[in-house]
């Protein structure tokens, strides 16, 4: 066993006691809930979708048949947070994305947590993730993680665990706000009945904290874009909201060019000028006179004028080290190293196959692990080892075993659960939680709430949408209950 | 706005009023083929040669497919991929274009776009044939007429609506011309005499195919002459298909995005003199000095006209 | 010893290009064995330098010419006084710690024959290890240009048995890595006769970390360590971070390139 805190087995539900009644503070809406006849909740489900699938709000998913422009599920029943907790939960989320942004500008600089002994050098210095050409640079307002994405799972009333910090390009943040949208259209008496905290001014957010980061070479207002890999992209849908709803141009490697130590957009009445870049391209392809020669999604030079001060990227090239899925297991560390504080949320214990120990552990335990790739993300790669068969588990141990140190494997958490409206009523389904932490040279922003996904089998522990997962509406209810006005 | 995204609305405005063209053009062909002189003897396949110089895409027939005949005309100006001016193609490349633009589209000008390349593949495009061909250009002129009003219905008048506006006329100008150079490629059969029964059947056909042999009787009240059929598409401004109505639509695209800009740009001052010039034209100069050697040069100049478009706004990197 | 460079780089293309950028890595820093008296950079043209410092401490330009071109000339110029050090490089600022020269590349990656080549290389101290696989790199491949490019991996020019400096430098950092010594490339100038040299002077060598020593050079190519003859320009974790060009354009067609340098030695005090 290695650190993280000791998790429980039993599953939690949010909304309902063990005896039935409903949480405290909850009883409006659960009330609500059992009040609402069955037809019109069904009714209100399949406007759900058609509105889903009129704003256009599709995933396009990889490596699958059918539907390439799939519907993501949508479930009606809100998971609500009290104000309390959210309270909590914001401190916790600020604490962490602080010390991952500390511990950036760390190992791009001198490297103290290091020659401290806290991490791993090799961990470091030889991950795919580290970019070297970010060695020695000053980052504007020493900000790399601008926006993180940070994923919450709940085991108790006050228990919360990270599962994984995204500090690349995490996305999601679009469902959250189409999930707001619709469901203030499907239900507007529950909005006036509950006092819910507004997630709206995100965009607003995220504007300004793209701007605080402007370069030095910015004389005025910043021009800020979205750079986007285009339309064949999963998630271009979220691309085109986000700078639609901040008001800035969507662009792709081919409308921007470097000239004079600066960055330029094409447009009708000529070149320009780009202080900032919410760049949803990976490090890889974001230009090829640096990276990957053969990419053509991305600006040739960027590089030269990102390091000569002419544009800010957000979020920074090379944020990748810090959200390692081996790196971690070091996170608690950076938070007591560069916060001088301890971790407010917690940490799923992990082990990691490249101590011999750990990896032992591993296979001998396959059948009650979650085994995932440490470069892996969206769920993909993973093994689910009590859902697994067993040829399933035996084909993955051979993984392990020829690259342990691309694996780590974390005990079956049981995930709280949410009332989900399935075919026949409410059924007690998975959830996890992805709030989106903005980080500007000014303030750390955070829209209170975040993606609620939801698993929607029975069961299943695996809520990411590329499989088959769905999401809900999460709210954040001020004063911890209803409004009786 | 971004280059690109205007690059994208102005060839998605371009290729539909391609694909209506091309239907257009094509019907021409069709019906010329079935005048009551076709007999097969060679004189049709003449037709089909024209109506591909027409399109502009007789070299590429000839070198993929030998002969002009319906088979190949409709495998090539309709079905092929790799001839970028196909219906196919036209239809798709214009979805590709409005999908990427899709944010500055209405719903329904997206629509009718995404729609028609769905229904194109799922209805027509394995079925199409000589039996059916009629059908199938009635129904592209159904969608493309069905995205103009759309088009026109519901965008807002800003600079994307000029973008594609600036499309549609430079190649709705670019098309007529090519409709009206087709009765110059149509050889009559020797024997036949200029203006005779043949002839006539020819002209009306091409007015036809514009939509407006209706129009012909209603401004001139005459039989068809030649002269007054190039007149129509040449020099009426009242005629929505002829070159100076789709010049005078140019120059209204552009002076609306360049005040907007506060910029001169030197594609404005080539539209205000191509239009000018076909203004203060007369029809009686035009034919003495050469029908096709007028629409050759006037070709030319829209082409120079669509690529300072393109380098005035950056379309290209 | 005091050695003069002029290195002109041309680029040519059959149809003009709309745009073009270029990293150029052309600019030598000073360390213990080598003073830069002067160096110029020049392009002509309408094309524009901008400086900027690499993360590996390399001064580096980017060259923009954003009007329709059919060449791109690139030419540097200076003056460097070298010292024999024994291939010993002090005096460099290091902006990586040692470790991160273990990190393998695409181009550096070892495979089990250039993993073998090491091992068997190994015996002793580290510097005499590294004399040995110098050595024995050198016999497994042949100098011959035209059989590599840019792209070629170190254990693709070993089952070649054939490549060029840079080949050479790519396999020794990739063996050298193999058996935990920290390795890194280095692009410069060679000064092979005392004529001075024509055309082939621009090179490449690798450089190791040698325990109680510090790095050192390696040139593989001439079976030497790093002399007085080497003038020292840029380096990387292998060719892609420290080639002395590195450049994308917008149409253009064929290119060619013509480079020419001349590499003299000059009595000491001429210059004065």
């Known amino acids: ?254 409308d921007l060019f470097v000239k004079d130590n600066a960055v330029f957009m094409r447009t009708t009445r000529g070149p320009q000028r780009v202080d900032v870049i919410y760049r949803r391209i990976d490090d890889a392809f974001l230009d090829p006179l640096t990276f990957r020669s053969d990419s053509t999604l991305g600006v040739p030079g960027l590089m030269n004028v990102y390091r000569a001060g002419g544009v800010t990227l957000a979020n920074a090239i090379g944020g990748g080290v810090a959200d390692d899925k081996a790196m971690y297991m070091y996170v608690p560390e950076m938070i007591r190293f560069y916060l001088g504080e301890e971790p407010l949320l917690k940490n799923v214990p992990t082990w990691w196959c490249e101590r011999e120990d750990d990896a032992r552990y591993v296979l001998d335990h396959l059948d009650e692990l979650v085994v995932k790739e440490v470069a892996g993300s969206g769920g993909y790669g993973m093994l689910v080892g009590p859902k697994a068969t067993p040829e399933e588990r035996a084909a993955y141990a051979e993984r392990i075993r020829a690259e342990p140190a691309e694996f780590i494997a974390q005990p079956t958490l049981a995930l709280s659960s949410c009332p989900t409206y399935v075919a026949d009523g409410y059924a007690p389904r998975h959830v996890d939680l992805r709030p989106f932490v903005l980080v500007g040279a000014d303030k750390v922003r955070l829209v209170p709430g975040g993606l609620t996904r939801v698993a929607m089998r029975a069961g299943s522990l695996v809520v990411n949408s590329s499989q088959g997962g769905g999401t809900k509406d999460t709210w954040v209810l001020e004063d911890g209950g209803p409004d009786h006005a | 706005m971004l280059s690109r995204t205007a690059a994208d609305l102005y060839w998605m405005g371009r290729y539909m009023e391609r694909a209506e ?297 | 010893m005091h050695i003069t460079i002029d290195h002109e780089t041309v680029y040519g293309y059959d149809v003009p290009v709309s745009y073009s950028i270029q990293s150029l890595r052309l600019t030598p820093q000073p360390y213990d064995g080598q003073a830069v008296r002067s160096w110029w950079i020049n392009v002509e043209g309408a094309g524009t330098l901008h400086r900027f410092t690499d993360s590996y401490g390399n001064v580096t330009h980017t060259l923009v010419l954003d009007r329709p071109h059919r060449e791109v000339r690139v030419r540097v110029r200076g003056q460097v006084v070298t010292a024999e050090t024994g291939g010993l490089v ?79 430098a790519h396999a020794f950092i990739a063996a050298a890595r193999s058996i935990g010594v920290p390795a890194r490339y280095v692009s410069g100038y060679l000064l092979s006769s005392d004529e001075g040299t024509e055309g082939e002077a621009a090179h490449a060598w690798a450089e190791a970390l040698v325990p109680d020593l510090g790095w050192v050079g390696f040139d593989v190519a001439n079976r030497v360590c790093a002399t007085d003859r080497h003038v020292r320009v840029a380096i990387g974790l292998d060719y892609q971070s420290a080639a002395p060009v590195r450049g994308i354009r917008r149409g253009g067609g064929e290119e060619s390139l013509s480079v020419a340098v001349r590499v003299n030695p000059r009595a000491a005090g001429s210059a004065q």
């Not at chain 1, 001014?201 to 021009?223: F, I, N, W």
């Not at chain 2, 798709?92 to 274009?97: H, L, P, V, Y």
């Not at chain 2, 514009?210 to 005459?222: K, M, T």
């Not at chain 3, 990190?103 to 040995?132: E, I, N, Q, W, Y």
């Open chain 3, 90 to 168: 002090t005096g460099t600022i290091e902006t990586f710690p040692p470790v991160f020269y273990l990190r393998p590349t695409p181009c550096t990656k070892a495979d089990g024959a250039l993993d073998a080549l090491a091992r068997s290389s190994r015996d002793g101290g580290v510097l005499d290890s590294l004399h040995r696989l110098m050595m024995a790199l050198r016999d497994a491949i042949d100098y011959r240009t035209g059989e590599t490019d840019v792209m070629t991996t170190a254990a693709e020019a070993l089952a070649n048995g054939a490549g060029v400096c840079q080949d050479h």
């Open chain 2, 21 to 317: 063209s091309l239907a257009r053009i094509l019907e021409v062909g069709y019906r010329m083929s079935q005048t009551p002189d076709s007999d097969g003897t060679g004189t049709s396949r003449n037709e089909w040669e024209s109506t591909a110089v027409a399109a502009g895409c007789v070299a590429g027939l000839a070198e993929k497919y030998g002969d002009a005949t319906l088979d190949s005309v409709i495998r090539h100006l309709v079905l092929d991929e790799d001839n970028p001016s196909s219906i196919q193609s036209c239809l798709k490349t214009a979805r590709t274009n409005g999908r990427a633009v899709r944010p500055a589209l209405t719903a329904e000008s997206w629509e009718s776009l995404n729609d028609s390349w769905l229904d194109f593949t799922a209805n027509w495009q394995r079925s199409l044939g000589r039996d059916n061909i009629l059908a199938f250009l009635e129904w592209v002129k159904a969608r493309t007429t069905l995205f103009r009003g759309a088009t026109l219905g519901t965008m807002v008048r800003d600079e994307a609506f000029s973008f594609v506006e600036l499309g549609t006329f430079i190649e709705r100008a670019d098309n007529t011309a090519r409709i009206l150079d087709v009765k110059y490629h149509v050889v009559l059969p020797a024997g036949e005499a200029v203006g005779g029964p043949r002839d006539y059947y020819q002209w009306a056909t091409l007015l036809r195919s514009v939509s407006a042999l209706g129009s012909y009787h209603w401004i001139y009240r005459d039989s068809i002459q030649p002269w007054l059929v190039a007149e129509l598409l040449i020099l009426r401004p009242e005629m929505p298909r002829s070159l100076i109505f789709a010049l005078s639509q140019v120059r209204a695209c552009l002076d609306a995005i360049t005040s907007a800009h506060k910029q001169n740009y030197n594609c404005l001052r080539l539209a205000g003199r191509l239009h000018a010039e076909i203004g203060y034209a007369k029809i009686e100069d035009i034919i003495r000095s050469g029908l096709h050697e007028y629409l050759s040069e006037f070709l030319a100049r829209n082409d120079a006209l669509g690529n300072e478009i393109a380098a005035d706004f950056h379309f290209y990197q």
């Open chain 1, 1 to 254: 066993m290695t650190q993280g805190d000791a998790v429980p087995t039993a599953a939690f539900d949010e909304m309902i006691l063990d005896d039935g009644r409903p949480r405290p503070g909850l009883e409006a809406l659960v009330g609500w809930m059992l009040e609402a006849p069955r037809a019109t909740l069904k009714l209100r489900q399949a406007d759900a979708n058609v509105l889903f699938r009129r704003i256009g709000i599709t995933f396009a998913v990889y490596g699958e048949g059918g539907d390439p422009e799939r519907l993501i599920p949508f479930d009606i029943v809100p998971r609500v947070l009290l104000a309390r907790e959210w309270a909590f939960l914001a401190r916790g989320l600020e604490q962490r994305v602080k010390a991952l942004n500390r511990f950036l500008d760390d190992v791009y600089h001198d490297g103290e947590i290091i020659a401290a002994g806290k991490v791993p050098e090799r961990l470091v210095l030889l991950n795919k993730a580290y970019q070297p050409e970010m060695r020695g640079f000053d980052v504007p307002g020493r900000v790399y993680t601008h926006i993180a994405g940070i994923d919450v799972v709940r085991t108790g009333p006050e228990d919360f665990y990270v599962l994984e910090d995204n500090t690349r390009t995490p996305s999601g943040v679009s469902y959250m706000l189409q999930n707001r949208e619709v469901m203030m259209r499907l239900f507007p008496d529950l909005f006036n009945r509950h006092r819910i905290a507004p997630v709206e001014h995100y965009p607003d957010d995220l504007r300004k904290t793209l701007q605080s980061v402007a370069p030095p070479a910015c004389p005025g207002e910043p021009t800020v874009v979205v750079l986007s890999p285009g339309l064949y992209n999963s998630a271009y849908y979220e691309h085109t909201f986000l700078a639609d709803k901040m008001g800035v141009e969507l662009v792709e490697g081919q």
